[in-house]
């Protein structure tokens, strides 16, 4: 279902996206193999900047989080306090020369909610064309030369 | 609390250059609090360190550990186990904690990974300001517990000034005018009249007129 392109994706989504309950998160990962890799949180405003920060370094090409729509927050701000989190990662791995757009986050539509298998396919079309990361270290970058 | 704010990652990674087995040392107390170099922070840096090594193509080891409070010795003392591997210390803690290490360690070289910035307390989630300047000489009794020396940006002992609009300083419209607090405050508790009295030019001999300071108490030694 979803192009299993040799890109890692780290995708920490709040629970309250449509059709992301324990089975279908299994179900996806048996369709993703090792490409996404799924972390569920009781709410996105859980997300701190050194979990991204540590899906970057230890195997992820890119770590995203998807909120719920602004104003729909259970939790009133968990999604607006995840916006500044994802900012501040942001800021991190600009500042070690990585590109920024290897963090980031998506907020479900209120009125058109998006299933978490659709929103991960897009998420992982938009980091597709980011290449390898560096943060992994040459062997990835070399795997990535030779094709594996 | 002791404020402080992190280097920028470009600086810190110039000092630890010359460096192969380096630990990043939070400390848990005044730098947690204002989020600069407790554990979170501590994890966050050591882990950006450690990508941007792998970028470079550097062969270096990055790990972490947070004490519970770095300028204590009963916590540094917690290295003696860990220590011995490493060649560079990069302290999260304030400018004690980092002397405080290094005094306890001087056969490694212990790098200070924060700007350390003010005395200050938590305004609010996320805000932090400057409210003692550690002068040695307390006069918040005086002035209704606003210190003129910390927040007046012109530093008055014989305010106002007349600059201030709308209760806000005129040299930072950020802040409110001290002199406005403490007239406030002076007046709710039916204090004003303390202000009749003309205060001498601070006497800065208590703060560090003879060097470094040291408090000595006999009944908390062994």
């Given amino acids: 279902m979803i192009n299993a392109k040799r890109r890692k994706l780290a995708l920490f989504y709040c629970r309250n996206v449509p059709e992301s309950r324990e089975k279908d998160r299994q179900l996806l990962e048996e369709a993703c193999g090792e490409t996404i890799s799924f972390f569920p949180m009781p709410c996105s405003g859980r997300v701190e900047p050194v979990h991204l920060l540590r899906a970057l370094e230890e195997f992820a090409d890119a770590a995203y989080v998807i909120a719920c729509p602004t104003g729909a927050c259970r939790n009133f701000e968990g999604n607006l306090r995840a916006r500044k989190r994802i900012e501040r990662t942001r800021s991190i791995i600009e500042a070690i020369g990585l590109e920024r757009e290897r963090v980031g986050l998506v907020v479900c539509s209120k009125d058109n909610p998006k299933p978490l298998a659709v929103l991960a396919r897009e998420i992982m079309d938009k980091v597709s064309s980011l290449g390898p990361s560096p943060a992994l270290g040459p062997k990835a970058l070399n795997e990535e030369e030779k094709g594996i | 609390m002791i404020t402080g704010e992190q280097k920028p990652v470009e600086e810190i990674r110039q000092m630890i250059a010359p460096y192969k087995r380096i630990l990043v040392l939070g400390c848990g107390s005044c730098v947690a609090e204002c989020a600069s170099g407790g554990e979170k922070e501590t994890a966050m840096l050591a882990s950006a360190l450690r990508m941007a090594a792998r970028m470079n193509d550097e062969d270096v080891t990055i790990e972490e550990m947070t004490l519970d409070r770095q ?10 186990k ?11 803690g304030c400018g004690a904690g980092v002397q405080a290490v290094a005094d306890m360690y001087p056969e490694v070289r212990v790098i200070p990974g924060l700007n350390t910035e003010f005395l200050g307390e938590t305004k609010a989630q996320g805000v932090w300001a400057e409210t003692c300047l550690g002068c040695g000489d307390c006069m918040l009794y005086d002035f209704g517990g606003i210190c003129p020396l910390a927040r007046c940006s012109k530093q008055i002992l014989n305010g106002p000034c007349g600059g201030s609009v709308d209760g806000r300083c005129e040299v930072n419209p950020d802040i409110p005018c ?28 208590t703060k560090q007129g003879a060097g470094p300071r040291k408090i000595i108490r006999e009944d908390q030694q062994k």
Avoid: H, N, T
């Fill in chain 2, 71 to 80: 300028c204590v010795m009963e916590f540094v003392i917690q290295l003696d």
């Fill in chain 2, 178 to 205: 001290a002199w406005q607090l403490i007239i406030d405050r002076l007046d709710r508790f039916g204090a004003l009249d303390r202000l009749e009295d003309i205060y001498p030019p601070k006497d800065w001999s």
């Fill in chain 2, 82 to 92: 860990v220590i011995d591997p490493y060649d560079a210390v990069l302290s999260l």
